[in-house]
């Protein structure tokens, strides 16, 4: 008894659902082929009716001779040497850092050969090392600075 009255719920459940649906696309059939006659194209461009715009097109004034004249090539030179100079003086910063990492590569050897005069020639190996490539990144800062420029 149970059973029956289970398979009825589910069914009934299952056909309320089913019938929205249904209602959805029969009201969407209906409104489209109402509506399709009276329709318009939305995306027509609206057209311009100021008559201020109008105006200004016809009649010759100064912004529309600014906008039509060319730019000055010495001017546009200027602006390129400026930036090529910002840029490289922008890059050449990084020279101060490799300076500042050589400095300190020594530092640490002069203090370590303090500490311990029997290890030398294994911490002055280790400072060479660490020269060439601190010196290797000022020589890079140096070449973007460099492409910035005369690049």
């Not at 719920?9 to 006659?37: C, E, F, G, H, N």
């Not at 200004?56 to 390129?80: C, D, G, H, I, W």
């Not at 290890?119 to 020589?139: D, H, N, P, R």
């Amino acid at each position: 008894m149970a059973a029956p009255k289970m398979a009825s719920m589910a069914a009934s459940s299952s056909i309320k659902a089913a019938r929205p649906m249904l209602k959805t696309q029969q009201v969407q059939k209906l409104t489209r082929a109402y509506s399709s006659a009276t329709r318009q194209n939305t995306f027509t461009t609206m057209k311009r009716t100021s008559g201020l715009l109008n105006a200004a097109r016809t009649k010759t004034s100064p912004l529309a001779f600014q906008a039509s004249r060319q730019y000055s090539s010495e001017m546009a030179n200027a602006l390129v040497q400026v930036s090529q100079n910002l840029g490289m003086g922008q890059a050449a910063i990084g020279l101060g850092g490799a300076g500042i990492g050589i400095g300190l590569v020594f530092a640490a050897l002069l203090s370590g050969v303090a500490r311990n005069p029997a290890m030398k020639g294994q911490l002055f190996a280790y400072a060479i090392l660490g020269f060439a490539f601190v010196e290797a990144i000022g020589l890079f800062d140096l070449m973007v600075a460099m492409m910035c420029k005369y690049v």
